[in-house]
Structures are given as structure tokens and as C-alpha cells.
């Protein structure tokens, strides 16, 4: 089966543009997680979707970015008026349940964001 | 807060000699703690887990981690490292949030090399 997909693989931007970033999720994996990964840096939590319930938006570090879940599969994270600091690795991950259990993320490769 | 250390930021070793990773949590109760492998090019990986039970818990690649509660610490351990081994190491705790969400809080990687 085909695991998370992730689109762009790259992307290169200048700043004050805005860009959005889509993560293809496994089929029938209910919870969606969005990560950024600075350079020689760990991961950092952005958002997280579960099913129908409200996203966890505790992770996001400015109201220029922000994240949907169309139907409850694919998922977009839009960065609005970039600046140079947003350049990262962007990853998505998905599992088959987040609530009540801890199971385990599959992460999709990463969009690699460079801000001019 | 919880956190997560990986003490060593960079470890070079052999091929064909041991190998152990060390990592140290801070969390106010029974963690559930996780080893991901980042390899070149490739997508975060699940190594091994552990929720409960068996404190020695074994994962793919031939790796294993010990919970030592005592210490605060899930190290990752391999006694014979091969070349392909060399990745960045990224060790995780999980951790509950608001409405009973649930994030994996990650320290900061090691990146392991292997000398042929």
C-alpha cells in the first residue's frame, strides 16, 4: 500500500509570498500530524487532526500558518507572507487512531522549504 | 514540561563494533517512549516502542532499548553496528495535551557515523 505522500518535494519561495504545502495521508489513518524540522534541530509539533474533533493548533508559531483536512484525508498547510526563519523540512505523519492509544506514525518524506 | 535529551549530538563508530544512544526524558508519569531513524533521503522510521510491560524491548534492524525508570532513560543499543546504520537518531516521548490530544515531544537527534 502506499504510505504518506507529501507535495512539493521542494520548494523554493521568496519572502512575503505565500505557499501551501499537501500531505496525502495513508488511507484509514484518522489522526494527521504536521512537523517542522529546522536545520540540526528535532522535530517540531505544528498541528495535529483527529477524525471530526477540532485540530490541536497548539504547535503553530504565528497566525501566517495555518492547516485544513478536506474530508477528513488530505491535508494542506499554508504559510502566508514567508519569511527566511520558515525555511525547514516540513513532515507530515499519519496514524490509525491518536486518541486513547499511542500508535504509531508513519511520516510521509518531507517538503523541503528554502525563503529567499 | 516534559522534554527530551539526547545527550550526544554526533557519535562515530566502527563497523562491526557496538553501539548504544542515550536518551533521557523528563515526563510526570508512565512515559511511552519511541526511537525513530531518519536515514539520507528517507522518511522518519519507527525502530521500537514501549508502552509497558518487558522494560527491554526489541525493534527492527536488530536494535533494542532498555526503560530504566530509576534513571529516566531509554537508551538504544546494537551490538554490531553496520554502515547502513548511518542516520540521524531521534528519541520521543509521548505526551498528552489539551482535550486529551496526543503529541510525541522529540529531543534533538543524534547522528550516528559508521567508519568502514
Known amino acids: 500500500g502506499a504510505g504518506v505522500s507529501q507535495s512539493p518535494s521542494n520548494k523554493v519561495t521568496e519572502k512575503g509570498k505565500d505557499v501551501e504545502l499537501r500531505c496525502d495521508p495513508i488511507?484509514?489513518?484518522?489522526?494527521l500530524y504536521w512537523y517542522r524540522q529546522s536545520l540540526g534541530q528535532g522535530l517540531e509539533f505544528l498541528i495535529y487532526?483527529?477524525?471530526?474533533?477540532?485540530?490541536?493548533k497548539s504547535g503553530l508559531p504565528s497566525d501566517r500558518f495555518s492547516a485544513e483536512r478536506t474530508g477528513g484525508s488530505v491535508s494542506t498547510l499554508t504559510i502566508q507572507r514567508t519569511q527566511q526563519e520558515d525555511s525547514a523540512v516540513y513532515l507530515c505523519?499519519?496514524?490509525?487512531?491518536?486518541?486513547?492509544?499511542?500508535?504509531?506514525?508513519?511520516f510521509g518524506p518531507g517538503t523541503r522549504l528554502t525563503v529567499l | 514540561a516534559q522534554s527530551v535529551t539526547q545527550p550526544d549530538i554526533h557519535i562515530t563508530v566502527s563497523e562491526g563494533a557496538s553501539l548504544e544512544l542515550r536518551c533521557n526524558y523528563s515526563?510526570?508519569?508512565?512515559?511511552?517512549l519511541f526511537w525513530y531513524v531518519q536515514s539520507p533521503g528517507q522518511g522518519l522510521q519507527l525502530l521500537l516502542k514501549?508502552?509497558?510491560?518487558d522494560t527491554l524491548v526489541q525493534g527492527i534492524k536488530g536494535f533494542e532499548a532498555e526503560f530504566k525508570r530509576s534513571q529516566s532513560s531509554f537508551n538504544l543499543r546494537k551490538p554490531s553496528v553496520h554502515w547502513s546504520d548511518a542516520a540521524e537518531y531521534f528519541c520521543?516521548?509521548?505526551?498528552?495535551?489539551?482535550?486529551?490530544?496526543?503529541?510525541?515531544?522529540w529531543g534533538l537527534g543524534t547522528s550516528l557515523a559508521v567508519n568502514p
Open positions: 520521543a516521548v509521548g505526551a498528552l495535551n489539551v482535550g486529551n490530544n496526543r503529541k510525541l515531544i
Open positions: 515526563y510526570g508519569a508512565t512515559p511511552y
Open positions: 514501549y508502552f509497558s510491560g
Open positions: 488511507s484509514g489513518h484518522t489522526a
Open positions: 487532526f483527529q477524525g471530526n474533533s477540532a485540530p490541536d
Open positions: 505523519a499519519s496514524s490509525f487512531r491518536g486518541r486513547g492509544t499511542y500508535n504509531e506514525q508513519f
